[in-house]
């Protein structure tokens, strides 16, 4: 029986992240074909980690938001918003840290509450309701970044606290790697292993139906908002203390990387399956395509065309391993 | 003879100016299957949203074991057992059979110092729960419910009303997306339900299969109940007149005659 036996062919092809995982491997194989053994080398694995850490830790509240039916894009300004203010509380007025890291976090998890309460209060969908948090939150870290310090670039000398949030480990990889891993094993139990994860499967199956079985969707949708948006904070404020300044304009390119990243990792886009497991490899593919390039002779440019196939694949093929896995069922005789 | 488990008495229910439901009488008994018949737009669905706690009358009273109640909430209704069962099952097709099953209701166990959802736990129970039923052909608790055929997903899902310990069990069109085949089967855990005692409401336009398993039966025409009758009383054809209007469907065929006579050639 598969249900005894954990693993099984069939077992195997119905899990989200399967195609996935297959995708990433074509990418590597390509790339450490081309690219020659530094891609492979702990300098050229750098390049990739480091820009996989930090759009992962953003990709994976992203991703659970979308398992549970919603989408949220202002992440793309609340990245700069937190880095702003996190640099313009400890850098342009020399505050403590511990201020400028709290207030990033709080400013992100607002923004978040309001888009949470706007969309169980409007039904708007989260599309429009997170498109209208992005520009009002663009203008509004724009406006006050000039209001208060005259300038749209902030600098941040923060040693104290680099160890922890924007340091090189061993000169090349960054610490936020760490907190990705953190992220994978905090994210990966809760969906998968705890309760609440059952709960955010069922409201991207049908939210109706998960609301008449008892589940409370709305403070759920509520509080997966209030993760994405102090994620994208999280990594805005890193990214501050880790280049010792913050640009008002730096995080657009998170919004489409990191649905990317989901829809690779097998994640439906209109909700109700997927997996974190899935995210970390669709977020590794994208950073493997994105850095591989530049270890190839190929010119860079090329690298957009080879994720927009990659994108078009991978949704394709998760479609084909989702019949697969709809339509599975244990063969007769096989007790 | 036992009190009715839940009844309504004498129940409007008027969204704004229009009037949906005038006078609803109607009693459902424990181990009883009340068929609900009635065309489409004749207030059916209202009268499932009344007993299911998702509206409220305008006026009358719902009443549960003789006393008059009311639902703040579908979860309300849910936990004074009043489990409501749609035609596509209400579950989740990309959700595993056990997971679906215990939505909001997760078993969990400790595994060290975190608190874990039970898969073992859940997959047993669920499949037990479906195969009592007599769907023997569902053995693996791992499987997707977008799997299973209509009939399955019908059965998974009162399994899982009676599991959770659902005394009224209201079925809207249980049988209208399915085979004839798949029909029978959900017919038959209609009948398995009526037997362990609960009482069903059963909506649907298909007199054939209200007459299968039905022992009481009432018609709806236009937001009144036009008949309330028991199992026997009336015949098939009788039945199906009521349901589709009676006079005014002969009045139509009158007219459709008419209108093709009257055609220049």
Redesign the interface.
Known sequence: ???SSSFSFG?LM?RPETGSFLGLAAVFLFFTAFGGVNFASPTGAASWLNVAAQLGIVAIPIGLLMIAGELDISIGSIIPAGSMTCAIISGHFDLPIVFGVGAALLLGAAIGLINGFLVIRTAVPSFIVTLGTLFAVAGMTLGFSVLVTGTTSVAIKVPEAKWLLGDFIGGIYQVTIFWWLAAILFWG?FL????F???I??MG??KV???????PTDRVTIMLFVCSGMSAAFVGLSQAILYNSAQVSAGQSYIFNSIISVVVGGV?LTG??GSVFGIVLGTLTFAVVSQGIYFTGFDANWASLIIGVLLLGAVLMNNTF?KM??????KKGA? | MAGAILSLNGVNKSFGPIDVLHDINLEIKAGEVLCLLGDNGAGKSTVIRLLSGVHKPSSGAIMMDGKPISFSS??DA?DHGIA?V?QFG??????SIG??F?????P?RWVGP????DRKTA?DIAVKAVQNFGINRI??????V??LSGGERQALAIARAVHFGARVLILDEPTAALGVKQATHVLRIVNEAKRRGLAVIFITHQVMHAMAVGDHFAVLIRGAIAADFKKGEKSREEITDLMAGGASMAALEAEIDTDISSQPA
């Open positions: 029986m598969s249900s077992s119905r139990f998968h292993f705890s309760r994860g059952n709960w499967f069922a199956g049908d139906s998960a609301r008449n079985a008892g589940i439906l109700g399956y989702r896995a709809l339509s599975y069922a244990p007790k | 579908p979860r849910a409501t749609h209400g579950t989740f097709p990309l959700m997971r679906s215990f939505v909001g209701r997760e969990t975190f608190k874990v959802y997959n053995d693996d608790g791992d499987r997707l977008g799997g």
